[in-house]
């Protein structure tokens, strides 16, 4: 698996995040949903990250995972990790989370926070985040915990 920065052009990562976007809307109640699109992506404070299967000389590469790290003052919030449908269970979430993290550590951030749901469609990524160490945290970036969204923080 080989995982690159991307510009958001390539069309199997345009498809995903609107897979993504299309997936938390409806999966979210409303005024909860804190999903970007892809214009919201574009932003000089946010990189993101695409994963990619190694391909050999009769395949093409697939795309396995994206994730986006967003810069904040003091801090690093990851935003829309999501492996794609064919590759869960592989992981390549797993992946993408630990490059996340090492390009926090690569841009001196001490703190790494996110925000998410509830629900069964949120316990995989619920579940790779606590493995990873993640705890729930106090409010940050006009996020505010509640019955459905959960914020947590992971000191590097």
């Known amino acids: 698996m080989r995982i690159r920065a991307t ?5 199997a990562v ?4 609107t897979l993504h976007h299309a997936e938390m809307e409806q999966s979210s109640p409303p005024g909860t949903c804190h999903v970007l699109d892809l214009s919201g992506l574009r932003s000089p404070n946010i990189e993101v990250f695409a994963a990619w299967s ?3 000389a009769d395949e093409a590469e697939q795309l396995l995972a994206i994730g986006a790290l967003k810069q904040h003052d003091g ?3 990851i935003k829309s990790m999501r492996a794609h449908p064919d590759a869960r269970g592989t992981g390549a979430g797993r992946a993408m989370l630990e490059h996340l993290l ?36 106090e409010p940050f970036a006009g996020y ?4 459905f969204n959960q914020l947590f923080a992971l000191d590097l």
């Not at 841009?107 to 160490?133: D, N, Q």
């Open 14 to 17: 345009a498809a995903l995040l």
């Open 54 to 56: 190694e391909s050999g």
């Open 75 to 77: 801090f690093g919030e």
């Open 144 to 147: 505010e915990p509640g019955e």
């Open 102 to 137: 090492a390009r926090a550590r690569e841009l001196g951030f001490a703190t790494v926070k996110l925000e998410t749901g509830s629900g069964e469609v949120f316990e995989a990524a619920l579940g790779l985040y606590r493995a990873f160490g993640f705890e729930p945290c």
């Open 7 to 11: 510009d958001l052009t390539e069309p």
